[in-house]
């Protein structure tokens, strides 16, 4: 399986699939390329020391939103990846995007779906949210990404405890180690592996 991945932060996603390929337990798949949306993402430094193509395609090299979404996509395309991988990417979807590569584009979030996601929660403000509201369990989803914001057919979730002496950060912590890290190579194993089927909105295990 062709991935291609998306980052814009510290790339310790990334950094789980590269490690799960090494390790032998993420099998049939390669990073063909890393996409960030930010020049200076660690992640990208990450693939570079990994031999992996890294490049940066910036909405602050474009004129506007549409000019973005369409080098965006042919950057894409150039790859001809079977699937793509949103690894901590903040940038939306391109529509356009959502058609061509239906179910397969997937993305981690660090919550249990439908809690604590949508518009604005990303990164820490998902564990505020979380600490805010007094769950004792949180987790982590891998879902396929489609038109809405976190709303695509659920993948896999992992359950994480939350401790009373919790701040975002250290919440934080435990669900990329406990959860993240864990689900994101294990969906892209069982996708590479054709385990995965998608029926009526639903992802079923075969
Ligand atoms: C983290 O908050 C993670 O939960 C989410 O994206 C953020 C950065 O991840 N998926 P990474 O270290 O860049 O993979």
Redesign the pocket.
Known sequence: LRILVC????????QAVIDAIGSGSLTNTEIIGVISNNKNAY?LTRAEQNGIDAVCVSPKDFPDREAFNRAFLEKVNEYHPDLIVL??FLVAIPAAMIESYRNRIIN???SLIPSFCGVGFY?LKVHEAALARGVKVTGATVHFVDEGTDTGPIILQKSVQVHQDDTPKTL?QR??EEA?WQLLPQAIDMIANGRISVEDGKVRYK
Do not use: D, K, R, Y
């Not at 980052?7 to 990334?14: A, D, H, I, K």
């Open positions: 980052v814009s932060g510290g790339g310790t996603n990334l992640a690894a901590g981690i979030h660090p990164g934080q669900v990329m993240e």
